[in-house]
């Protein structure tokens, strides 16, 4: 294990998820950070989470060459979170975020002398996927492998946790809507300070050095379970009804063009795959870190989408 104090660290994408729940447990544990995103403006509310000038937002985009290098100059660790879900305008392709933008941080750290780089790769990132989104993810860890031989790839499953836009979303649905959609495939939901202190772990562990984790939960959950969950902890009661992939490929098609992207067809191909754990996989339990069930988080969270208790009031 490396020294723990007085690290410079750069995270590409910190202002995201993932970013501030890894951004807290750096500043606590007395490091400056560099939280290098497109729009440093909308990383700002991250300053509170450390001391005074220990978190510095500043401007990059990893597809930009030349904003990379500035943002890893004197380094000592760096870690990428930057990934998208769904292409769209300009640069954002899965080929110019996944496999240009990972290239270019792995680049940038090895030629800065950087000791430690963390790549937050996904579940499923496979050079044989259907998706397109699999296969980007898949040449990225490449990309970074071969410019940073001793980069730590992580992959997590769906992450879960208070700002997530998974059980938020169909928590949020239960409210309106008298029926839930459940897909028929197979997830293991890993919690996000979980994922945070796997990449603190991949940054302070020597034995993590060039090694691949997958990150999932405690729990391999079908849709209908997780389904049952957001009912549970909402205390709703709401029809579950199992969508087709078919049904699925052709909201794909439609929803794919219409804003925010709630699906595309390539997500739905990525769907066809249970999004877990490899047998014989490096999991968290190697970066010492014990995976915390659903049923402990969930509640915390989606109380706030309960009714009042009420004489005579339906659900």
Same mark, same amino acid.
């Given at each position: ?26 500043? !606590?544990?007395?490091? +400056? ?22 978190? *510095? ?30 292409? =769209? ?16 941080? @792995? ?18 990132? #496979?050079?044989?996927? &259907? ?10 860890? @490449? @990309?970074?492998?071969?410019? $940073? &031989? ?14 997530? =836009? ?12 008298? *029926?839930?959609? *459940? ?29 691949? $984790?997958?990150?999932?939960?405690? !729990?391999?959950? #079908?849709?209908?379970?997780?389904? !049952? ?12 009804? +199992? ?5 699925? @490929? ?66």
């Amino acid at each position: 294990m490396t020294g723990m104090t007085g690290k410079l660290v750069t995270v590409f994408g910190g202002s995201g998820f993932i970013g501030r729940h890894l951004v807290r447990r750096l500043a !606590e544990q007395g490091h +400056t950070i560099r939280v290098a995103v497109r729009s440093p403006d909308e990383a700002l509310y991250l300053k509170v989470m450390g001391r005074v000038g220990y978190i *510095v937002p500043i401007a990059a985009n990893v597809t930009d060459e030349a904003s990379v290098a500035r943002a890893v100059a004197g380094s000592d660790w760096v870690v990428n979170l930057v990934g998208i879900l769904a292409e =769209g305008g300009g640069n954002r392709s899965f080929e110019r975020v996944h496999v240009l933008g990972a290239a270019n941080v @792995a680049k940038a750290a090895a030629a800065a002398g950087v000791s430690r780089l963390v790549h937050v790769s996904a579940l499923g990132a #496979s050079e044989t996927s &259907p998706a397109k989104y699999g296969k980007s993810k898949a040449k990225g860890e @490449a @990309a970074v492998q071969a410019a $940073f &031989p001793g980069a730590v790839i992580l992959r997590p499953s769906v992450v879960f946790g208070p700002e997530d =836009g998974l059980f938020n979303m169909f928590a949020c649905m239960a409210k309106f809507s008298p *029926v839930l959609p *459940v897909i028929d495939t197979s997830f293991q939901p890993v919690y996000v300070g979980d994922v945070a202190d796997a990449i603190v772990a991949g940054l302070t562990h020597d034995d993590a050095l060039g090694g691949t $984790f997958e990150l999932g939960g405690p !729990e391999v959950a #079908s849709g209908r379970r997780m389904m !049952e969950l957001v009912l549970k902890y909402t205390a709703r009661k709401r029809t579950l009804v +199992t969508v087709p992939f078919w049904i699925l @490929a052709l909201e794909g098609l439609i929803l794919q063009f219409a804003p925010g992207k709630l699906l595309t067809a390539d997500q739905v191909l990525m769907l066809h795959a249970p999004n877990v754990v490899s047998a014989g996989a490096k999991t968290l339990a190697d970066l010492g870190v014990q995976p915390t069930p659903m049923d402990v988080i969930l509640p915390t969270y989606l109380n706030r989408f309960r009714l009042p208790v009420r004489p005579g009031l339906a659900r």
